[in-house]
Nanobody, 128 residues
Framework: VQLVESGGDSVQPGGSLRLSCAAS????????IGWVRQAPGKDREGVACISSADGSTNYADSVLGRFTISRDKAKNTVYLQMNSLKPEDTAVYYC??????????????????????WGQGTQVTVSS
C-alpha cells in the first residue's frame, strides 16, 4: 500500500487548508483510512478516519465541527478539509490505513499504532 500526502502549508489562524492523500495498492476493498498528526514534542493524535465499506467517519473531539474527511473513489484519494484552523493544529499530518484487521474508526483514532501503513507526512503550520 502506498500513501502520498500533499497540501500542507503555512496559514494564519482562522484560515483553511485541504490535505490530500493519494492511495494505491490496497489488497482488498475493505479498509479504514484516516489522518494522524504529530506536533513537536507531543504524541501522535488520531484526527479523522473514513471507512471504505460505507463511508462512515470518526473524528477527534479536538477537530469535530472544523475538519471534514472525505474520499473520491474514482481518484483513490482521501481529503481532509480543515477550517477555522488554530495554532494548536500545527503538526505534521500523516495519512494512514488499516487494511488487515480493519478495526473500527473510533478504536484506530484512540490507538493509532494499529494503523498498518503510513504516508511520509505533510507539514501544517498555523501562525500569525
Amino acid at each position: 500500500v502506498q500513501l502520498v500526502e500533499s497540501g500542507g502549508d503555512s496559514v494564519q489562524p482562522g484560515g483553511s487548508l485541504r490535505l490530500s492523500c493519494a492511495a494505491s495498492g490496497f489488497p482488498t476493498d475493505y479498509y479504514v483510512i484516516g489522518w494522524v498528526r504529530q506536533a513537536p514534542g507531543k504524541d501522535r493524535e488520531g484526527v479523522a478516519c473514513i471507512s471504505s465499506a460505507d463511508g462512515s467517519t470518526n473524528y477527534a473531539d479536538s477537530v469535530l465541527g472544523r475538519f471534514t474527511i472525505s474520499r473520491d473513489k474514482a481518484k483513490n484519494t482521501v481529503y481532509l478539509q480543515m477550517n477555522s484552523l488554530k495554532p494548536e493544529d500545527t503538526a505534521v499530518y500523516y495519512c494512514a490505513t488499516d487494511v488487515y484487521d480493519v478495526r473500527t474508526g473510533a478504536l484506530l483514532l484512540a490507538h493509532v499504532d494499529e494503523f498498518d501503513f503510513w504516508g511520509q507526512g505533510t507539514q501544517v503550520t498555523v501562525s500569525s
